[in-house]
């Protein structure tokens, strides 16, 4: 975009020839680029449409010579989808609708609520964010255990509710509101929660959408804790499903978990079209917000 | 996808205090939405991870198999984990991962991020960005799977394309260079979206007038982002970097998926002895000693970093 004025001023000899070829040869670049991106994606989507005696054809065909949905029913015979699409959106929905309840309730009390302790409760929070998983599995599996949570989707869940990142988002998206507004409303006679309630929760509601996107898109896509927790085949999500449909599959077709795989792709790439801009933004907020 | 937990981000200097009057009931008021508000977050962060922490620590001096009772082990653990060949190879499959995989990551996203912030029309820009960042919404668990037949050395998709240039079909999960070599190409294939995006935001607030202050003073191409435009991101990078680091020191799903930790152990991380240590041998001390020495690893560089960034990392 700042390249816009640049042009616009006159430029030496040299830079000019490079300037008339630069355009051409940046996009061609980055076309490749984004080839290789979404190569594999695109393959994945044709083979599991092309008949399963095609799946090894080299050079790979994208448009199918023989399409069919053979593979798709492939993978409803070989495992329960709709089980295991019910569990991953139990857990998906359910974690992503308790992340936006406890930050956005954290985040605001450390953004416009006056207390002790909130500069090194707040601190703590933050430690948390670089305290890796498997670091705490083993204990986190215990605490589970003993509390009966282990191979249950409850176990998945509450143990995901609390979010240092979540909370520290809307810290900052709560901080970034005017004042004056809650002000106003106290001098009107509104007490904290009034205020809470009516002035700065609705206006919310983005940054919300931020920490639920980043919620779903992160446990919708989990693999780790699941493997570790789930160990009837009742309780799988979709990740576990689908490698375990590789791995019972020494026989069988690629077409068919390559057409699991687009299945448990479906919901992800509808959240990425529908909700590109608060999952980019969240996404950058890590960098940004310093 | 990537992790959504994301260190590194220093908190903005706190505001000044509520000037609600003290002692009032509106502050008693306020003090008491506080507890309630934080409850939920405090409560869990303290239980699932707080007392983890101390718990890894604590079980990391004990012998447990959860059938017999816990016995004390003082370092025992330790000196197992220290000479077993296993964990140490897979310190040093992690640590070379993490080195190739976070410069391979941060020099693709750098790269395309660079290209992109060039002259094009808007739709192309992103329609680009997009396609690059797609793959962060994608399982690693699935991906893998998808990978694993495509770099197959006899009917894989890679080896065909190779094979379009002339080179002789790579032996990409069956040798150990080759097994490394694909865990690496998967993970940054999946993960330099993320630096990418970090990337573009950063570029995006770099003011225009000094692109055109430069520009004046007939600074061009390499020549311009060498001397202006990378300490400008600095902190972007710092950012990137760090972030890009502990990530990949946690890398499980793709060698888990792809390659089982071998051929031999010479794709075996830290996390998948982790794993194995705890939930397939339940030796949970040695898991957790293993859990211990990777958290201390972790902070270890991401101190290093920071203590380097403060000589390369210019704020504007």
Redesign the interface.
């Known amino acids: 975009m ?6 616009s ?1 006159p430029l ?1 000899s040299l ?1 000019r020839a ?1 300037y008339s070829l ?2 051409w040869a ?2 061609a ?3 490749v ?2 080839l ?3 190569g ?2 695109v ?2 989507v044709s083979t599991s449409l092309r008949a399963p005696a095609d799946s ?1 054809n ?3 065909q994208i448009i199918p010579a023989r399409p069919g949905t053979a593979a798709y029913h492939g993978v409803f015979d070989q495992i329960d989808v709709w089980l295991l699409a019910l569990n991953s959106t139990l857990v998906t929905a359910l974690v992503a609708a308790g992340q936006m ?3 956005g ?2 985040g ?9 302790f ?2 090194p ?2 601190g ?3 430690a ?16 589970l255990k003993s509390m009966g949570l282990t191979d249950t989707l409850l176990g998945l869940i ?2 995901a ?8 988002l809307m ?2 998206y709560f ?1 970034g509101m005017p004042k004056d507004l809650g002000e106003a409303a ?1 001098l009107d006679g509104a ?3 009034r205020i ?1 309630r009516s002035v700065y929760a609705p206006l919310a509601t983005p940054g919300l959408a931020i920490v639920g996107v ?2 779903f ?2 446990h ?2 989990e ?2 804790r699941p ?2 927790l789930e160990t009837s085949g009742q309780n799988y999500t ?3 499903g ?2 375990s449909l ?1 791995g019972n599959l020494g026989t069988g077709s ?1 077409s068919v ?2 057409a ?2 687009v299945l ?2 479906l919901p ?2 509808a ?2 079209v529908v909700g ?1 801009r608060p ?2 933004e ?3 907020s ?5 | 996808m990537t992790d959504t937990r994301i260190p590194a981000v220093r908190p903005r200097a706190a505001t000044p205090p509520v000037t609600a009057p003290r002692r009032s009931a509106r502050g008693r008021g306020a003090r008491l939405l506080a507890a309630l508000f934080l409850a939920p977050t405090v409560t869990g962060i303290v239980v699932f991870t707080v007392v983890p922490i101390i718990g890894s620590v604590v079980l990391s001096l004990f012998h447990w198999d959860v059938i017999d009772p816990p016995g004390f082990a003082g370092a025992a653990n330790y000196r197992e984990v220290f000479t077993d060949s296993t964990v140490l190879v897979s310190f040093r499959n992690t640590l070379v991962f993490m080195v190739f995989a976070v410069a391979a990551q941060l020099l693709v996203a750098l790269s395309l991020a660079l290209t992109l912030n060039g002259r094009m029309p808007g739709w192309l820009r992103s329609v680009f960005r997009s396609a690059f960042f797609f793959p962060l919404v994608l399982s690693a668990a699935s991906i893998s799977v998808v990978m694993k037949y495509l770099f197959n050395q006899d009917f894989g998709v890679v080896n065909w394309l190779i094979g379009l240039v002339g080179i002789a079909p790579v032996p990409w999960l069956t040798s150990e260079l080759g097994a490394m070599a694909t865990v690496i190409i998967v993970y940054v294939w999946q993960q330099f979206g993320f630096s990418f995006l970090l990337f573009v935001g950063g570029l995006n607030n770099i003011p225009r007038e000094i692109h055109e202050a430069a520009a004046l003073d007939g600074a061009t191409g390499l020549r311009k982002h060498l001397a202006l435009t990378l300490p400008l991101l600095s902190p972007t990078l710092l950012v990137a970097s760090v972030v890009g680091i502990i990530n990949a020191l946690q890398v499980f799903e793709q060698p888990y998926v792809l390659t089982d930790g071998g051929p031999g152990d010479s794709t075996r991380t830290v996390v998948m002895v982790i794993y194995e240590k705890a939930f397939e041998q339940l030796r949970f001390g040695e898991a957790s000693a293993v859990g211990v020495l990777l958290f201390v690893l972790i902070m270890a560089v991401t101190a290093v970093q920071f203590r380097l960034s403060r000589r390369f990392v210019h704020y504007q």
């Open positions: 700042s390249r816009a004025t640049l042009t001023r030496p830079s490079r630069g355009p940046r996009v670049g980055l076309a680029c984004a290789l991106t979404l594999p994606v393959w994945t090894f080299l050079p790979p309840i406890t930050a309730l954290a605001y009390a450390f953004a416009r609520l006056d207390f002790r909130r500069k409760l707040f703590l929070v933050l948390t964010m670089m305290v890796p998983l498997q670091v705490t599995i083993v204990p986190v599996f215990l605490v509450i143990p509710f609390p979010t240092a990142f979540g909370t520290f810290r900052q901080l106290m007490g904290p929660w809470f980043l919620a898109n992160y919708w896509n693999f780790f493997l570790i979709l990740p576990l689908l490698v590789q690629v978990v390559l699991g795989v448990s792709m992800a790439v959240v990425f590109q999952l980019r969240g996404i950058t890590a960098g940004v917000n310093r």
